[in-house]
């Protein structure tokens, strides 16, 4: 179960990366459609911290520790809405671009998630 | 092409921010560009004060010097962000010192750790020049470096964008 949400959280930032990237590209700044895009990948990242916790409370042992664990799994939760709400101060190409850097991190942050949990 | 395009755009709105801010607000160092720099600084910052404080905090012994050297680097972004994000002719200042401190840590401990192994039982941020971050310790100084010093630039010449 987290392993199929870590591998679809980490597609949806990238996706959510190159769309952006393209925006970024048209010189647009983010838009509707972005910030419906950006909370669609948040809420996979809070399903997957919920997810989380509750494998946690089953007795379940990360690989690499739970403090580690669960710090990872907030930050991917906080990666995405701290982006979006850059974007949101600043309305140019270059918020499309702090978004898109915040997919990319935060499909980092899923493989890394990937190998803490030891999948 | 998109480049000249996105520079075209931002000449105008630069030239506002400097003329009236001059003297006395503080000149907004996150404009454009800007916005990037700080988001990568904000995960710099997460990243390294929480690596180094859950290793310092659960497992100091197996590698003091490697556990130090990440918060050190933490303070140090967390210390550009706060400059970055306030703005100013002072914060630029010293975001500019620091850019350059973080570059010359990066390197210093890049080679140290290539050099001596030994002596880095565990990786710090800064090891093998930040490969384990994307190389993004040691790129970002630089373009940190080229976007304040363009601010001094853009100081002392507003009109050459527009």
Redesign the interface.
Known sequence: MLDVLTLVTGLAALALAAWCGFAA???QPTKDWHFIGMAVVSVLALVQLVVGIVQLARGEEPDQGT??FV?YLI?AFACIP??GF??L??R????S??VA??GV?LA?LEVRLYDIWGG | MAVASSEKNAGPDDGQDAGPGKGTDRRRLISGPGMLLVWLYGVMVVGAVSRSAVQISTEFDKAPLAYSLSAIAGIVYGFITYSLVRGGDTARRAAFVCCGLELAGVLIVGTWTLVEPSAFPDATVWSDYGMGYLFIPVLLPLTAMYWLRKGVLRQQQPDVAA
Not at chain 1, 92 to 95: E, F, L, N, Q, S
């Open positions: 590209s048209r010189d403090t580690i710090a930050g701290a982006a850059m974007s101060a600043e140019t190409r270059w918020g671009i702090t850097a915040g991190v980092v």
